[in-house]
């Protein structure tokens, strides 16, 4: 085993110590400590990470076992990381991103006090340790721990404002969600557990071909829940729009580093039994199309700056989950990359016309920015064209590989998806035009305090545009030139073995190839231009009417929800809890109290004190044994 290997635990005990430390040291560190503590953790694990990456390019790649975790009887699970070319990759999304996210929260979070101030970054630091314990775990039970951590921090981050009940609110539907997929992840486990007799990703994988296609289509399926959980699909997506309620960098975190491209890991590193269910795979397919083109018809009627990107994350999750379910596994990696790259961008975009126009988050309420916040408008607008998909930036190179190899599949997940495609490229630019063209529609006093974001800010928005330009060159389609997708040979190891299971009877023409790039690219661009034209001269400021009501108000999902399961499970409680509960079980047990008091109270009148009283009771007692004792003989 590499010596340098060997080290890899120090990736995540960087962020646990930044954790316990700010933790801990709240309520007396300063507001400088702090950021340095948090900040330089991250930094600490970035930079292990770069050395690590570096390693597996050339070719390490190890499971470090670090001790044993738990054993009965024949079952051994190990506590092991897995260091290869996914996870490594993965290292450096979340180490990097969250860095740059970290850093953006020291200006962001300013007004704080000191003692909530430390609370965020303590959370913040053990949101990226248990998402580097889900991608470093190198079996199922290790990357379960991580997985069950993110959803505990997105809880805490999520309601960070703990005095605002909705916030609450939010963060309870985030964590209640979350466990209704984590209990199908949880039994998948315990059935790879009865199949195959270990949890380790090398073991399960080298005799997945051995079990039937039933038992893994079952495996899988139960697997996939878990993910629609994380990672927002229908039906399980509602709480990622209301996790908006922590503060802005928790949201990039969230949507660009963590917590939703859990799922999109875990079915990656799963890939070869996806791959032998061709069933699962399907389903896949089908739930991340249908939940990419759902979400978009929703983000084009939003006016929260914050629930339009919200929106467009579950959507782009959609067509992560497309390219998982068609086997184009580089492509869903791919996308995850480049997508943390823009998305953070534009997230933190949002906090910084946020922090200037003193917590407004409507649209309709802004306009004419793009003078008064230079940086923030520019790199906002690369964020924007990188997501639409516009070449050369980073997110038309790994859509339209999504798209692509949607096309072989089958043309009807094309046609959907590239019109979910020209539908994002439609709302993100109403959301720029609405924001930073036109006139200021603001309060004069908002117009007064206008100015652009201090450096901690600006720096990493400038990082993440420059990313989000170049991100996608690592991932150069072969139909421009041959051998120029990197990406696809580094990862080439994690899925050879699923690219030799299904051997494909043809590829598309290189003509074929720039026909689909070239109408997915056009139709993005036509509704860029109607977008901008028609927002930035006439915003829509008032309240949507007719079918744009539904839209606005999410297709009432949420009220569905409401009716039929929180409605039901909230009568069905309050029964339990007035009828059973406190008429059935309390009154019994209540019941047998106040008889034995009503007793106590009654023979408590025979002790009278008067001796003639006792007389006659002792009198009485004897008679009574006398009787007794003559019908017994």
């Given at each position: 085993?590499?010596?340098?290997?060997?080290?890899?635990?120090?990736?995540?005990?960087?962020?646990?110590?930044?954790?316990?430390i700010?933790?801990?040291?709240r309520n007396?560190?300063?507001?400088?400590?702090?950021?340095?503590?948090a900040?330089?953790?991250?930094?600490?694990?970035?930079?292990?990470?770069?050395?690590?990456?570096?390693?597996?390019?050339?070719?390490?790649?190890?499971?470090?076992?670090?001790?044993?975790?738990?054993?009965?009887?024949?079952?051994?699970?190990?506590?092991?990381?897995?260091?290869?070319?996914?996870?490594?990759?993965?290292l450096?999304?979340?180490?990097?991103?969250g860095?740059?996210?970290?850093?953006?929260?020291?200006?962001?979070?300013?007004?704080?006090?000191?003692?909530?101030?430390?609370?965020y970054?303590?959370?913040?630091?053990?949101?990226?340790?248990?998402?580097?314990?889900?991608?470093?775990?190198?079996?199922?039970?290790i990357?379960?721990?991580?997985?069950?951590?993110?959803?505990?921090?997105?809880?805490?981050?999520?309601?960070?404002w703990?005095?605002?009940?909705?916030?609450?609110?939010?963060?309870?539907?985030a964590?209640?969600?979350?466990?209704?997929?984590d209990?199908?992840?949880?039994?998948?486990?315990?059935?790879?557990i009865?199949?195959?007799?270990?949890?380790?990703?090398?073991?399960?994988?080298?005799?997945?071909?051995?079990?039937?296609?039933a038992?893994?289509?079952?495996?899988?399926?139960?697997?996939?829940?878990?993910?629609?959980?994380?990672?927002?699909?229908?039906?399980?997506?509602?709480?990622?729009?209301?996790?908006?309620?922590?503060?802005?960098?928790?949201?990039?975190?969230?949507?660009?580093?963590?917590m939703?491209?859990?799922?999109?890991?875990m079915?990656?590193?799963?890939?070869?039994?996806?791959?032998?269910?061709?069933?699962?795979q399907?389903v896949?397919?089908?739930?991340?199309l249908?939940?990419?083109?759902?979400?978009?018809?929703?983000a084009?009627?939003?006016?929260?700056i914050?629930?339009?990107?919200?929106?467009s994350?579950?959507?782009?999750?959609?067509?992560?989950?497309?390219?998982?379910?068609v086997?184009?596994?580089?492509?869903a990696?791919?996308?995850?990359?480049?997508?943390?790259?823009?998305?953070?961008?534009l997230?933190?975009?949002?906090?910084?016309v946020?922090?200037?126009m003193?917590?407004?988050q409507?649209?309709?309420?802004?306009?004419?920015?793009?003078?008064?916040?230079?940086?923030?408008?520019?790199?906002?607008l690369l964020?924007?064209?990188?997501?639409?998909?516009?070449?050369?930036?980073?997110?038309?190179?790994?859509?339209?590989?999504?798209?692509?190899?949607?096309?072989?599949a089958?043309?009807?997940?094309w046609?959907?998806?590239?019109?979910g495609?020209?539908?994002?490229?439609?709302y993100?630019?109403?959301?720029?035009?609405?924001t930073?063209?036109?006139?200021?529609r603001?309060?004069?006093?908002?117009?007064?305090?206008?100015?652009?974001?201090?450096?901690?800010?600006?720096?990493?928005?400038?990082?993440?545009?420059?990313?989000?330009?170049?991100?996608?060159?690592?991932g150069i389609?072969?139909?421009?030139?041959?051998?120029?997708?990197?990406?696809?040979?580094?990862?080439?190891?994690?899925?050879?073995q699923s690219?030799?299971?299904?051997?494909?009877?043809?590829a598309?023409?290189?003509?074929?190839e720039?026909?689909?790039?070239?109408?997915?690219?056009?139709?993005?661009?036509?509704?860029i231009?109607?977008?901008?034209?028609?927002?930035?001269?006439?915003?829509?400021?008032?309240?949507?009417e007719g079918?744009?009501?539904?839209?606005?108000?999410?297709?009432?999902?949420?009220e569905?929800?409401d009716?039929?399961?929180?409605?039901?499970l909230?009568?069905?409680?309050?029964?339990f809890?007035?009828?059973?509960?406190?008429?059935?079980?309390?009154?019994?047990?209540?019941?047998?109290g106040?008889g034995?008091?009503?007793?106590?109270?009654q023979?408590?009148?025979l002790?009278?004190?008067?001796?003639?009283?006792?007389?006659?009771?002792?009198?009485?007692?004897?008679?009574i044994?006398?009787?007794?004792?003559?019908?017994?003989?």
């Open positions: 085993m590499s010596n340098i290997l060997n080290y890899i635990w120090l990736v995540p005990l960087f962020p646990l110590i930044g954790f316990l700010n933790g801990l040291g007396f560190l300063s507001k400088t400590l702090v950021s340095f503590i900040c330089g953790a991250l930094l600490a694990s970035f930079v292990v990470s770069v050395y690590f990456f570096i390693s597996v390019k050339e070719g390490n790649h190890e499971l470090v076992k670090l001790f044993d975790f738990i054993s009965v009887g024949k079952l051994s699970i190990p506590f092991e990381f897995q260091i290869d070319a996914l996870s490594s990759l993965f450096l999304i979340i180490t990097g991103v860095f740059l996210i970290h850093l953006y929260s020291t200006a962001y979070m300013h007004e704080e006090s000191n003692a909530h101030y430390a609370r970054f303590a959370y913040l630091n053990l949101f990226v340790f248990s998402m580097l314990l889900l991608v470093l775990g190198g079996n199922y039970v990357m379960f721990i991580g997985w069950e951590g993110v959803g505990l921090c997105s809880y805490l981050l999520i309601g960070y703990f005095k605002n009940t909705d916030y609450n609110n939010a963060a309870k539907k964590f209640i969600m979350n466990r209704i997929g209990l199908g992840f949880l039994l998948a486990v315990f059935w790879i009865q199949q195959f007799g270990s949890v380790s990703f090398g073991e399960v994988f080298a005799n997945a071909e051995s079990k039937s296609t038992v893994l289509t079952g495996i899988t399926l139960l697997l996939f829940i878990g993910a629609t959980g994380k990672s927002a699909q229908i039906p399980l997506y509602t709480w990622l729009p209301d996790a908006m309620a922590g503060p802005t960098p928790v949201s990039a975190l969230i949507h660009a580093a963590t939703v491209t859990a799922g999109i890991y079915i990656a590193r799963s890939n070869i039994l996806y791959t032998l269910a061709p069933t699962t399907s896949v397919a089908v739930i991340g249908a939940t990419a083109i759902f979400a978009a018809t929703i084009i009627k939003q006016n929260d914050k629930k339009v990107l919200a929106y994350t579950v959507s782009q999750l959609g067509y992560m989950f497309l390219g998982l379910g086997g184009a596994y580089t492509g990696v791919f996308h995850v990359m480049t997508h943390a790259f823009f998305k953070a961008l997230f933190l975009g949002a906090g910084s946020i922090h200037a003193h917590h407004e409507d649209i309709r309420n802004m306009g004419g920015l793009r003078k008064k916040l230079p940086i923030t408008h520019l790199t906002f964020g924007c064209i990188a997501i639409a998909g516009i070449p050369p930036f980073s997110g038309f190179f790994s859509k339209d590989e999504i798209l692509a190899a949607a096309y072989e089958s043309p009807v997940y046609i959907v998806g590239v019109a495609a020209m539908m994002t490229a439609f993100m630019f109403r959301l720029y035009a609405t930073f063209l036109g006139n200021f603001g309060t004069k006093e908002q117009e007064h305090h206008l100015h652009e974001s201090p450096w901690a800010m600006t720096v990493p928005l400038i990082v993440l545009a420059i990313l989000a330009v170049i991100g996608g060159f690592v389609p072969k139909v421009f030139a041959e051998n120029a997708h990197s990406l696809e040979h580094f990862l080439s190891p994690i899925f050879t690219e030799e299971l299904v051997k494909k009877d043809h598309l023409s290189h003509s074929t720039y026909m689909l790039m070239g109408v997915s690219v056009a139709l993005a661009l036509i509704a231009l109607y977008a901008v034209n028609r927002y930035s001269k006439k915003p829509e400021l008032q309240d949507a079918f744009g009501k539904v839209l606005a108000n999410k297709w009432y999902v949420d569905i929800y009716a039929i399961i929180s409605k039901p909230k009568a069905i409680s309050i029964f809890n007035n009828v059973i509960e406190k008429s059935g079980i309390d009154g019994f047990v209540n019941g047998i106040e034995v008091q009503y007793a106590s109270r023979l408590r009148l002790q009278s004190g008067q001796v003639g009283s006792y007389i006659l009771l002792m009198v009485l007692g004897m008679i044994l006398m009787v007794v004792q003559f019908f017994i003989k």
